[in-house]
């Protein structure tokens, strides 16, 4: 059997050939050309073989696959990484920084909503004091926290939208 098929010049690295009867970009691998249907390869086989070859040839043609008639796109490079905080200031817009106090007033919201299950009145009378006692603390430590990270730069003015676009 002949294996005049098996050539293929390695050394160039094109993914798509311009098919030679169409002139239309097709993947170079392909046993036809996708648009006009021109048989590039012999058969099926020599293609495959020869798409083996030309890819075991570089590292970086290990991604490429035989019906590709471009590079693969490499997936880091489409990664954008935004820096949210930075955008926000950029534009004026104040986000509050992370914090742990809401989910200590989530808890003593629990608390709260056990106390409102029709059980033993005791009980429930002791649930809803845990809760409000969580909940109270928490949003004192959440506007203790607040205080901390932005003091107050202008004391005059305390009016509405206290943190604003001073910052
Ligand atoms: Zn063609």
Request: proline share 5%; net charge positive.
């Given at each position: 059997?002949?294996?005049?098929?098996?050539?293929?010049?390695t050394g160039n690295p094109a993914v798509g050939i311009d098919c030679p009867r169409c002139g239309?970009?097709?993947?170079?691998?392909?046993?036809?050309?996708?648009?006009?249907?021109?048989?590039?390869?012999?058969?099926?086989?020599?293609?495959?073989?020869?798409?083996?070859?030309?890819?075991?040839?570089?590292?970086?043609?290990?991604?490429?696959?035989?019906?590709?008639?471009?590079p693969p796109i490499d997936e880091g490079a489409q990664i954008l990484v935004v820096d949210f905080e930075e955008r926000a200031h950029e534009l004026g817009i104040h986000i509050f920084p992370p914090s742990r106090w809401p989910f200590?007033?989530?808890v003593g919201l629990l608390f709260l909503g056990f106390a409102a299950i029709p059980i033993n009145p005791i009980v429930r009378i002791l649930l809803?004091?845990?809760?409000?006692?969580?909940?109270?603390?928490?949003?004192?430590?959440?506007?203790?926290e607040d205080v901390k990270i932005f003091?107050?730069?202008?004391?005059?003015d305390g009016g509405p939208g206290g943190h604003g676009p001073a910052h």
């Open positions: 059997m002949a294996q005049a098929a098996d050539y293929v010049d239309l970009l097709t993947a170079r691998f392909g046993w036809f050309c996708r648009n006009c249907g021109f048989r590039l390869w012999p058969n099926a086989k020599a293609a495959a073989r020869a798409y083996r070859t030309w890819r075991l040839t570089d590292p970086a043609r290990s991604r490429v696959h035989q019906w590709d008639d471009l200590l007033v989530c809803a004091v845990i809760g409000i006692v969580f909940f109270l603390f928490a949003i004192a430590g959440w506007m203790q003091p107050a730069d202008d004391p005059g």
